[in-house]
């Protein structure tokens, strides 16, 4: 199993472009979230998804927009990229059995600034 | 907002000593406890939880303490091992919320041979 993939792993954006980061899982996992981690901050939720067509806001959701049409996928759009969304992006899954625990399965991330 | 807090940016121990990593919480319907380690370039990978309903948890070279009247946990390795030199974050969960979880801003643990 290849787990979390997400793509690309580095982009550089001008202020204004838009753009989509992929987020894939092969665990057959009802829930997936975007994070975003800026320096000295911690990870904040973006948006997140308990299954395919049902997606809510997390803390951080302005400035973005999630689809989930299928369990496997979780695509971050990013519109009218502005300085303040540069950051690393994750996404993460987990199967609702998993929610005795909590656990959270992670990609490597993506890393995205914007110039 | 911050519910979840790590007061410490950085920590380092000498290898084979204890390192202690602390996080406070604020929110008390927080229900469990989770430590996440990071590498660099790579995603968190889960390393251990606790359940409100107890005071310790322990798997092999980590152990995780709550005191919940403090609102307190802490992760416990012994022995550190240069291995273990990544970053740190403490995550809670409200029941109500399902797997949201809510991470600290995460404590740099440099481990030196």
């Known amino acids: 199993n290849a787990g979390v993939t997400q793509t690309p792993k580095f982009r550089i954006l001008k202020i204004g472009q838009s753009m989509t980061l992929q987020c894939a899982q092969d665990?057959?996992?009802?829930?997936m979230y975007w994070y975003r981690q800026d320096p000295g901050m911690g990870l904040k939720l973006i948006y997140y998804?308990?299954?395919?067509?049902?997606?809510d806001k997390g803390e951080v959701p302005n400035g973005y927009n999630v689809s989930r049409s299928t369990t496997e996928d979780f695509p971050l759009r990013l519109e009218l990229a502005a300085p303040s969304q540069t950051s690393v992006y994750f996404c993460?899954?987990?199967?609702?059995?998993?929610?005795?625990?909590?656990?959270?399965?992670f990609g490597e991330g993506s890393r995205l600034t914007v110039l | 907002d911050q519910q979840v807090k790590q007061n410490s940016p950085s920590l380092s121990v000498q290898e084979g000593r204890i390192s202690i990593l602390n996080c406070d919480y604020t929110?008390?319907?927080?229900?469990?406890f989770l430590w996440y380690k990071k590498y660099p370039a790579e995603g968190p990978t889960f390393l251990i939880s606790?359940?409100?309903?107890?005071d310790k948890n322990e798997d092999g070279r980590f152990t995780v303490f709550l005191n919940k009247s403090a609102k307190h946990l802490s992760l416990h390795i012994v022995p550190s091992q240069p291995g273990d030199s990544a970053v740190y974050f403490c995550?809670?969960?409200?029941?109500?919320?399902?797997?949201?979880?809510?991470f600290g801003e995460g404590t740099q643990l440099t481990v030196n041979p």
């Open positions: 993460a899954s987990s199967y609702d059995s998993n929610w005795n625990t909590g656990e959270l399965f």
């Open positions: 665990m057959n996992h009802n829930y």
């Open positions: 998804s308990v299954g395919a067509g049902i997606t």
């Open positions: 929110n008390s319907m927080f229900d469990y």
């Open positions: 606790i359940s409100s309903i107890k």
């Open positions: 995550a809670a969960r409200k029941r109500t919320s399902g797997s949201r979880l809510t």
